[in-house]
């Protein structure tokens, strides 16, 4: 008798089982998020990395508030600088840049980076003096001894962010991806220690920089690879040269 009613139970569950695969069979083809077209996503980037106003405001804005809450103490108030920070945009330039060999956008994405790291230098410094503090917090002793850690962070923050850069309908994962890999208060770290005249909070923070550039860069390229843009033969020319 138990027999019995298992194989009823098993004939049910079957025939159950069954009706959904009809019921949702079919073509479920609009619901594929296929990677942007190479023009698109080409004049996306060139957007996002471009050394403009409203580039430089939204950073030097995410630098105050990223200093202000080192020097405060409040997580929160540097996870909201994180958000506001537009670095990732000329990084993911870079990597693209570099498979796809474009030697313009490489150049454009290097300029932003590097006038922007510069500046976020700068106000981090300013602000310290400003603010007359002398005393490390631990948010800013965290941002001084990077690890593999912190690398394999940057790895899995630039595969994310050229992913989500490359497709329209995951943009939305950005800001978590910022988040993540935090490249905006390590350059205040660096600004704070420059102002305190603390060589090791200074060359700490910014190798910690660095390993999240690196990071960034040679996952997102290698993510935008696979994706069947650009290609190892182009990543492999100089891209530096005209």
């Known amino acids: 008798m138990i027999r019995t009613k298992f194989k009823r139970i098993l004939g049910w569950s079957n025939r ?24 698109v996503l080409n004049r996306k980037l060139w957007k996002v990395a471009e050394p403009a106003l409203t580039y ?78 002398q005393t490390l917090t631990p948010e800013i002793i965290a941002r001084t001894s990077p690890n593999l850690l912190d690398l394999g962070v940057a790895l899995a923050a630039g595969s994310a962010g050229a992913f989500a850069f490359s497709r329209r309908d995951i943009a939305d994962a950005l800001p978590g991806v910022a ?36 990071g960034i ?3 997102g390229g290698l993510v935008l690879l696979l994706q069947r843009y650009g290609s190892i033969d182009r990543a492999k020319k100089d891209c530096w040269l005209q």
């Open 217 to 219: 860069v040679f996952s």
């Open 56 to 133: 430089y405001v939204l950073l030097a804005l995410s630098v105050v508030i990223a200093t202000l809450g080192l020097l405060a103490n409040s997580a929160a108030t540097i996870i909201g600088a994180m958000i506001v920070a537009p670095l990732m945009g000329p990084i993911l330039g870079m990597a693209f840049s570099v498979v796809m060999s474009n030697r313009r956008l490489l150049r454009r994405s290097t300029l932003s980076l590097i006038t922007g790291t510069l500046m976020s230098i700068a106000i981090g410094a300013v602000i310290c003096r400003l603010v007359g503090i």
């Open 16 to 39: 159950r089982i069954e009706e959904i695969r009809k019921g949702n069979s079919g073509d479920w083809a609009w619901l594929t998020v296929k990677p942007m077209p190479l023009a």
């Open 179 to 214: 988040i993540a890999v935090a490249l905006v208060p390590p350059l205040s770290v660096v600004g704070i220690g420059i102002a305190l005249n603390l060589q090791s909070v200074t060359f700490g923070s910014l190798l910690l920089f660095l390993t999240n550039l690196t």
